[in-house]
């Protein structure tokens, strides 16, 4: 069974995840949950943003300045550290 991945990116850095990281989870078979693919118009951001992270088996952090930054970035960082201290399935990237 493939893994679902939520990828938690500033869109500063949406060229790189969109066209390398991406591609390259989805080669590995998991399933890719991205903001730019799944988000609906006239849907809360930080509602949409909960709810497909709350989907996920594991989650990518793409740590740069910008992402550190972002009051929605460190919201999403916030809540995939809240559910994984241990970083068992949470992996920054930088």
Same mark, same amino acid.
């Given at each position: 069974? #493939?893994?679902?991945?939520? @990828?938690?990116? #500033?869109?500063?850095?949406? *060229?790189?995840? !969109? ?8 080669? =590995? =078979?998991?399933?890719?949950?991205? *903001? @730019?693919? $799944?988000?609906?118009? =006239? $849907?809360?951001?930080? =509602? ?6 709350? $989907?996920?088996?594991? #989650? @990518?952090? @793409? !740590? ?17 550290? *809240?559910? *994984? ?10």
């Amino acid at each position: 069974m #493939s893994k679902k991945v939520f @990828v938690s990116y #500033s869109h500063r850095q949406s *060229d790189w995840v !969109l066209n390398r990281l991406a591609p390259c989870l989805k080669a =590995g =078979g998991a399933t890719v949950l991205l *903001d @730019v693919e $799944q988000f609906k118009a =006239g $849907q809360t951001v930080i =509602g949409q943003m909960d709810g497909l992270q709350d $989907q996920a088996d594991v #989650s @990518v952090l @793409v !740590l740069t300045d910008t992402y550190l930054a972002s009051d929605y970035c460190r919201h999403e960082m916030k809540r995939a550290l *809240d559910r *994984d201290p241990n970083f068992t399935t949470t992996f920054p990237v930088k």
